[in-house]
């Protein structure tokens, strides 16, 4: 695929200003499609959403954290602008241009954030290992975080026009409100997604590097094989409990994410079965065991416990609700955190009784490569 994006440049100049002057927006593109859309909220603060509940009757973008005991609050964007693609007039930019409401972006505090390193990876890895053979939890999914400095001819909007172009099949984001930070991410995974009357969801996991061959190639071991199981039938079981019984669910098949390939199985059912109670859904499923692990409960303790950096945003959910429409919301993967001066990476990686803690620490490094190996790039000025 063409590496080189084409470029949207009144989109760029948007996403530039609302970067720097710290106004809530989002610019997102739904897998395989080609339409970008940047929502902006510059009259008001996102909205701080206190009850799940409210995302029923919810319009907007939402973005929540994986663990609200530790990692942040749940925000609403709702739009007083809407574009598609580089339908964005000069006098938008000029009006935009002249919003100090926000504040400047800020730096990062070097202080609470550090990459984590290969040994205390490693050693998590391995002190989950034990938790599991003595029977604490099934799955737990260990996570890292990687500080960077920017690089010097690195530009935002550049960089998310690029990622839009390098893969077709992720949901890519660009957003930023003003108490949640400013991230962007190019991920694999729906959480809840709804096409006309169905409602979607899927089971991800096993992870191994892309090498060109065809998917169907790809051989899995027993433990890559449970712990996509393990996601399996915690949705299926989650649907059950919740009263959806008339699910469809397709046969486990290779999927190319990036430079990665995935096991992965989809869920459909119709819409009206989650009657109108979507936040009842969200919050049985979030976080699945791809991102936190099983029993959910003990694997989240032992997360919160042993992982020395606070995952914030990452392995947790974001997209937009439409009372109407539905929802488009994904699982906050493959992604990254902006800060003036620096990008902090994060990865994570499933445990289980057969993991090695090395294999462990390779399958985080290829996930990170997703965004990082196409961080330098030439930018135009902004």
Same mark, same amino acid.
């Given at each position: 695929?063409?590496?080189?994006?084409?470029?949207?440049?009144?989109?760029?100049?948007?996403?530039?200003?609302?970067?720097?002057?710290?106004?809530?927006?989002?610019?997102?593109?739904?897998?395989?499609?080609?339409?970008?859309?940047?929502?902006?909220?510059?009259?008001?603060?996102?909205?701080?959403?206190?009850?799940?509940?409210?995302?029923?009757?919810?319009?907007?973008?939402?973005?929540?954290?994986?663990?609200?005991?530790?990692?942040?609050?749940t925000y609403l964007?709702?739009?007083?602008?809407?574009?598609?693609?580089?339908?964005?007039?000069?006098?938008?930019?000029?009006?935009?241009?002249?919003?100090?409401?926000?504040?400047?972006?800020?730096?990062? /505090?070097?202080? *609470?954030?550090?990459? !984590?390193? $290969? %040994?205390?990876? #490693?050693?998590?890895?391995? +002190?989950?290992?034990? &938790?599991?053979?003595?029977?604490?939890?099934?799955?737990?999914?260990?996570?890292?975080?990687?500080?960077?400095?920017?690089?010097?001819?690195?530009?935002?909007?550049?960089?998310?026009?690029?990622?839009?172009?390098?893969?077709?099949?992720?949901?890519?984001?660009?957003?930023q409100m003003p108490?949640?930070?400013?991230?962007?991410?190019?991920?694999?995974?729906?959480?809840?997604?709804?096409?006309?009357?169905?409602?979607?969801?899927?089971?991800?996991?096993?992870?191994?590097?892309?090498?060109?061959? /065809?998917?169907? *190639?790809?051989?899995? !071991?027993? $433990? %890559?094989?449970? #712990?996509?199981?393990?996601? +399996?039938?915690?949705? &299926?079981?989650?649907?059950?409990?919740?009263?959806?019984?008339?699910?469809?669910?397709?046969?486990?098949?290779?999927?190319?994410?990036?430079?990665?390939?995935?096991?992965?199985?989809?869920?459909?059912?119709?819409?009206?079965?989650?009657?109108?109670?979507?936040?009842?859904?969200?919050?049985?499923?979030?976080?699945?065991?791809?991102?936190?692990?099983?029993?959910?409960?003990?694997?989240?303790?032992?997360?919160?416990k042993n992982e020395?950096?606070?995952?914030?945003?990452?392995?947790?959910?974001?997209?937009?609700?439409?009372?109407?429409?539905?929802?488009?919301?994904?699982?906050?993967?493959?992604?990254?955190?902006?800060?003036?001066?620096?990008?902090?990476?994060?990865?994570?990686?499933?445990?289980?009784?057969?993991?090695?803690?090395?294999?462990?620490?390779?399958?985080?490094?290829?996930?990170?490569?997703?965004?990082?190996?196409?961080?330098?790039?030439?930018?135009?000025?902004?």
């Amino acid at each position: 695929m063409n590496d080189k994006p084409d470029f949207l440049p009144a989109l760029a100049a948007l996403q530039s200003i609302c970067h720097r002057r710290n106004i809530p927006f989002v610019s997102y593109r739904l897998p395989q499609q080609s339409i970008i859309n940047t929502l902006v909220q510059y009259q008001s603060w996102p909205k701080e959403i206190e009850n799940f509940e409210e995302l029923n009757t919810a319009n907007g973008f939402v973005i929540s954290p994986f663990s609200h005991k530790t990692d942040g609050k749940t925000y609403l964007l709702e739009p007083d602008l809407a574009f598609s693609n580089n339908e964005v007039t000069a006098a938008t930019i000029d009006l935009l241009s002249r919003n100090d409401s926000f504040g400047l972006e800020l730096q990062i /505090d070097k202080t *609470k954030f550090e990459t !984590t390193t $290969k %040994e205390a990876f #490693e050693n998590n890895v391995n +002190t989950a290992i034990a &938790a599991i053979n003595n029977a604490e939890f099934r799955k737990v999914v260990v996570s890292k975080t990687h500080l960077i400095d920017k690089p010097d001819d690195f530009w935002a909007p550049l960089f998310y026009q690029k990622l839009c172009n390098l893969y077709p099949n992720a949901y890519i984001y660009f957003v930023q409100m003003p108490n949640a930070g400013c991230w962007m991410g190019a991920t694999p995974e729906p959480l809840l997604v709804t096409e006309n009357n169905l409602m979607r969801t899927v089971s991800l996991a096993g992870t191994q590097a892309f090498t060109g061959l /065809d998917l169907e *190639k790809y051989v899995w !071991t027993e $433990k %890559e094989l449970d #712990e996509q199981a393990i996601v +399996t039938n915690f949705i &299926a079981k989650t649907l059950t409990e919740y009263g959806i019984t008339a699910f469809t669910k397709s046969e486990v098949e290779n999927y190319r994410a990036a430079n990665l390939v995935h096991l992965k199985s989809g869920f459909e059912f119709e819409k009206s079965a989650i009657k109108n109670d979507l936040s009842k859904l969200i919050t049985a499923l979030h976080p699945t065991p791809s991102v936190g692990g099983l029993p959910r409960a003990n694997a989240v303790d032992f997360i919160l416990k042993n992982e020395k950096h606070k995952r914030s945003y990452y392995t947790g959910f974001l997209g937009t609700l439409n009372i109407e429409s539905g929802c488009q919301l994904f699982v906050n993967l493959r992604c990254m955190q902006l800060f003036r001066d620096n990008i902090l990476l994060y990865s994570g990686a499933g445990i289980t009784a057969s993991s090695v803690a090395e294999k462990e620490w390779i399958e985080t490094e290829n996930k990170m490569e997703t965004l990082k190996k196409h961080l330098t790039l030439i930018a135009p000025s902004p």
